[in-house]
């Protein structure tokens, strides 16, 4: 299980299972990373630098199913 430590706001951060997540949306908020339990969080990263510190520089679509 790959894990990935992400900036949720100015003082907190969360540690994020790559494998658990189902689809990542971008909107009003920041960027919405949608997990397999139904739980989500809101990242202010925009969405091409998180897929990057997500799944390093690999292309986004290798990691579709």
Do not use: W
């Not at 990935?4 to 907190?12: A, P």
């Not at 990373?33 to 630098?49: K, N, T, V, W, Y």
């Amino acid at each position: 299980m790959p894990f990935v430590t992400l900036e949720h706001d100015e003082h907190h951060a969360v540690v994020v299972n790559t494998d658990q997540i189902t689809y990542i949306r971008q909107d009003n908020y920041g960027t919405a990373l949608h997990f397999q339990s139904g739980e989500h969080i809101i990242c202010p990263m925009d969405l091409d630098a998180l897929l990057e510190r997500l799944f390093g520089k690999e292309a986004p679509e290798t990691r579709l199913k």
